[in-house]
């Protein structure tokens, strides 16, 4: 077992039932395959620095879990074949785990529990600042 | 002859004149310590663009070590999270001649 980070970025369009659909889908694989997700957070409608599919704006999402080989090439196929995602990224975060201890740090740091709205205070402000500036764009586009 | 005697008095003319910069850059010169090294809690993390954005140039380009400063370990590191970053668009590949109208 090995622990991995995903990081997905989604059409910017995607309604926030969508998102959460499209969340716990992935977050699904992580358990069907008997894994340990230690936290699933929003990174928050950001702007993307060059073009991916004719798109300027993405939703990014970030997962962290323990898991073996065969979940990330499912949750890869399945992100590859959605066309709500715009790209996603996985990395190997560290060889062997022991998942308990890694949970209960993840805890301590305040940073547990595998629900979206799960993100640390000064990231949120962020987003919240992102998602203004975002805002302030659609008012002047219009 | 003519040519090889004007090079060399050239080279030497060229010695003298960096031996006397050398001595001068000697008493200001201090080796850049690596930003990671001198703050352990600093971590490098590819999702968080705004912390890479030093290390590159204006262009987007990877700064050389020898100017950012980093020890070979950290720079390797850096190396790696904005190629990471840059597959994420948190940092761009390259400005654009059309940039993005933001």
């Known amino acids: 077992m090995r622990e991995y980070e995903t990081v997905y970025i989604m059409q910017p369009q995607l309604t926030e039932a969508q998102v959460n659909q499209l969340n716990t889908k992935v977050q699904g694989f992580v358990e069907k395959h008997g894994g340990r997700l230690f936290y699933a957070r929003s990174m928050g409608k950001r702007n993307l620095a060059y073009r991916i599919k004719k798109q300027t704006k993405g939703i990014y999402f970030c997962l962290d879990y323990a898991a073996g080989g065969g979940c990330v090439n499912e949750i890869e196929h399945n992100l590859m074949l959605d066309e709500n995602v715009l790209r996603f990224l996985t990395t190997v975060r560290a060889e062997k785990i022991d998942v308990d201890a890694r949970a209960a740090e993840i805890e301590a740091r305040g940073e547990a529990a595998p629900v979206s709205e799960a993100a640390p205070l000064s990231e949120e402000k962020e987003t919240m600042h992102k998602e203004a500036i975002v805002k302030e764009d659609v008012s002047k586009e219009e | ?102």
Not at chain 2, 74 to 88: E, F, G
């Open chain 2, 1 to 102: 002859m003519g040519f090889f005697d004007r090079g060399e008095r050239k080279r030497d003319d060229k010695k003298e004149r960096r031996g006397g910069r050398d001595k001068k850059f000697q008493v200001s010169t201090r080796r850049k310590m690596c930003r990671f090294c001198a703050d352990k809690k600093l971590t490098i993390d590819y999702k968080d663009g705004k912390l890479l954005q030093p290390f590159l140039s204006e262009r987007g380009r990877i700064i050389p070590r020898r100017i950012n400063g980093n020890c070979a370990k950290h720079q390797r590191d850096v190396t790696i999270a904005v190629k990471r970053a840059r597959i994420l668009a948190l940092i761009p590949f390259t400005t654009s001649q059309n940039p993005l109208v933001v």
